[in-house]
């Protein structure tokens, strides 16, 4: 078989390979791209992202929903840390969103900042959460998003994601720039 012929065949059985594990959903009716992703459990899920694309899904994705956002910012992340009522998104221009009735209406919170956010995280209540952006940006609140407290990084790089695993005290931060790729590490709740 000619070298040619043989790379055709290959790339052809990965591509049913691939597209066996993997299957399209509904289009979505912003036809925005989206950002990022968030299931509550295995029917009930949130995406957002371009010009404020915030929709939500109830049956695993087969179809979507758009909600009202309120913004035609970027989003570029979502998550509902206890229940399904209580959720944040945040991106372009400092937004930080918040609902608490499901999706049914968005606020928007006060940041403190035009930064771009990129990542947001609340790890064991609604109350005491972080977000993470541009020029080495951490909020953090403590009483569920009324206030947001810029915390001391340390970096200017762009941060792209904020997780705290067991408990709000022990966190991390990954980001970088082009170049150069950045772990931050707290053990005091962002203090520093």
């Known amino acids: 078989m000619k070298p040619i012929l043989l790379g055709l065949v290959l790339l052809a059985v990965l591509a049913s ?6 299957s399209w959903q509904n289009p979505l009716p912003t036809g925005n791209p989206l950002r990022s ?15 404020g694309a915030l929709v939500k899904t109830t049956n695993g994705g087969a179809t979507w929903t758009s909600q009202r956002s309120g913004t035609t910012n970027r989003l570029t ?3 509902f840390p206890l229940d399904a009522q209580t959720g944040y998104a945040v991106g372009w221009g400092g937004i930080i969103l918040r609902t608490t009735n499901g999706g049914g209406t968005w606020v928007k919170l006060n940041s403190g900042t035009t930064n771009y956010l990129s990542s947001v995280q609340f790890p064991v209540d609604a109350q005491t959460g972080y977000a993470v ?9 403590t009483d569920g998003g009324a206030t ?10 762009v941060l792209s994601c904020v997780h705290f695993p067991v408990d ?11 170049w150069v790729g950045a ?4 053990t005091d709740g962002g203090a520093s």
């Open 148 to 157: 947001w407290v810029r915390q001391t990084s340390g970096s200017s790089y």
């Open 37 to 51: 992703v968030c299931f509550l459990d295995n029917n009930t899920g949130y995406a957002v992202g371009e010009y």
């Open 77 to 79: 992340s979502v998550q």
């Open 168 to 178: 709000a005290q022990s966190g991390y931060v990954v980001g970088g720039s082009d």
């Open 183 to 186: 772990i931050l590490k707290t």
């Open 133 to 141: 952006g541009v020029s080495g940006t951490v909020l953090k609140t």
């Open 17 to 22: 390979a691939v597209s066996a594990d993997w």
